[in-house]
């Protein structure tokens, strides 16, 4: 096997055999070690080979008992790993590539749509010209159903008209209007009536009408008249506009 593995000649021989004049206890781990003993003399004494002879090798080379422990117990967790990087990396360039390819696929719809649709072509074909078109439809529409809205809003006739409806009769209250002033729906009335209840009488008429059901009283900028109480009344009305969603 030796001779095999090693390609020199190996022979066994029996040294306290050739020297039976020896006059100590011979025995296998005696004469074993007697054997190294001698063969590591002559090797001392012959004439060194160049290159030497190099007898770690193969079976006997140096090996990192170490490595391989630790290549044994993780081998199947790195192989496992080793597997799921390359499936990472080939999932990687195909969702690159359907990644571009349905980039790619977008803007010739994109360009046929707009070119249907938008009746865009040329420059105006690309995704800012088609945001732009959306964008100015979005606020043509919004304009529109803002207008729909407004066209169906009451007018300041009309609620000067319900705040008429709702005064009371001229029996009932002697009533000066100078200032009234309607704001979308704010409305604020000035005038003079001749006592505070009167006036009660009137801020509980205009409750009917106020959007709230609250009509609040301020101080009056009007001048003073004798005999006649100034009053200033602001609410809020329903002007009959829907807000707009978007």
Do not use: C
Request: no cysteine.
């Amino acid at each position: 096997f030796l001779t095999q593995l090693l390609e020199v000649p190996v022979n066994k021989i029996s040294t306290l055999q050739n020297f039976p004049t020896i006059l100590f206890y011979k025995s296998p781990p005696i004469e074993a070690k007697i054997g190294l003993a001698l063969g590591l003399a002559v090797e001392g004494l012959k004439k060194p080979r160049n290159p030497a002879f190099n007898f770690l090798r193969g079976e006997f080379a140096k090996q990192n008992y170490r490595l391989q422990a630790m290549w044994s117990k993780w081998k199947n967790v790195a192989q496992y790993a080793i597997a799921a990087l390359v499936v990472l990396f080939i999932y990687t360039n195909l969702r690159d590539s359907f990644s571009v390819a349905l980039v790619e696929r977008t803007e010739e719809v994109l360009k046929t749509q707009a070119k249907t649709v938008a009746k865009l072509s040329g420059k105006n074909a690309t995704d800012a010209g088609i945001k732009k078109y959306i964008r100015e439809n979005k606020k043509r529409a919004t304009d529109l159903k803002t207008l729909s809205n407004i066209a169906s809003m009451n007018s300041a006739m009309d609620v000067l008209k319900k705040i008429t409806d709702a005064t009371p009769a001229k029996n009932a209250l002697t009533l000066d209007i100078r200032k009234i002033h309607i704001n979308q729906t704010d409305v604020s009335i000035e005038g003079y009536l001749n006592s505070q209840r009167e006036l009660s009488l009137l801020q509980q008429s205009l409750n009917n009408v106020a959007a709230n059901g609250k009509v609040t009283t301020s101080t009056s900028t009007l001048s003073p008249i004798i005999n006649r109480t100034s009053f200033a009344l602001s609410f809020q009305v329903d002007r009959g506009v829907q807000k707009v969603t978007k």
